[in-house]
């Protein structure tokens, strides 16, 4: 397994894990009354996120030292980009049905449509790591 | 992702150029073992500027190293 794979593992695994403790909380604000709840769970996750990514890196770099200081070559960086392009769609498609959904299905306000687009991101950041996994896996 | 037209003869250079592991060739041509072997399996076709540089390590012509499609391969098919 190449290093970069090694770090898509890592990233689309903190992520996942960082989600499902996030909804495992969150719900329960999910009135309009708690926005400032919801607002202060995203910034929490997105700091939990960083932090375990932080490590990870730095594990993974003492383990690899070698592979780490390495830049990305051509194939590396063009499976970055497919993932990249595939993860704005789902980003795209996910934060206007998201919104669509929040004001006019749910009526959640303005904190339905915040969690919405921090859903749709989180959801295109996992395709996009996962993604990479594949084309990784899959030579290009 | 299906793959390329082109193919290549990487595996028989490396192994008339003292048995070069994927490994050695990436880093003189500055890329990831793993691409190398992507290239090798016909999952990846390599820029022109990887190409040339796989080339001039192996001191042959460009398409001494990669063929397209049905085109006659140099050394084969009484091709000079």
């Known amino acids: ?140 | 992702m299906p793959p390329t037209a082109v193919t290549n003869s990487i595996r028989q250079l490396r192994f008339q150029h003292g048995e070069m592991t994927q490994q050695e060739l990436g880093e003189r041509v500055g890329v990831t073992r793993q691409t190398i072997n992507a290239i090798e399996a016909g999952k990846y076709s390599p820029s022109l500027e990887v190409a040339f540089r796989m080339a001039e390590i192996f001191g042959v012509r460009v398409d001494e190293v990669f063929h397209y499609g049905n085109a006659p391969q140099p050394g084969k098919d009484g091709v000079p």
């Open chain 1, 1 to 140: 397994m190449s290093f970069r794979e090694k770090t898509a593992w890592v990233t689309l695994l903190a992520i996942i894990a960082v989600t499902l403790l996030y909804w495992a909380h969150v719900p329960k604000f999910i009135e309009p009354q708690h926005g400032v709840w919801v607002l202060h769970a995203m910034l929490a996750s997105l700091v939990a996120y960083v932090v375990i990514e932080l490590v990870a890196w730095i594990v993974l770099r003492q383990r690899h030292p070698r592979d780490a200081r390495t830049p990305a070559d051509e194939r590396e960086r063009l499976i970055d980009l497919k993932a990249i392009r595939i993860a704005y769609y789902v980003f795209a498609t996910g934060a206007l049905g998201g919104v669509f959904v929040a004001l006019h299905l749910t009526r959640g306000g303005p904190t339905g449509v915040g969690m919405a687009v921090f859903l749709a991101f989180v959801l295109s950041q996992m395709v996009k790591h996962a993604t990479r996994i594949v084309f990784f896996r899959r030579g290009a």
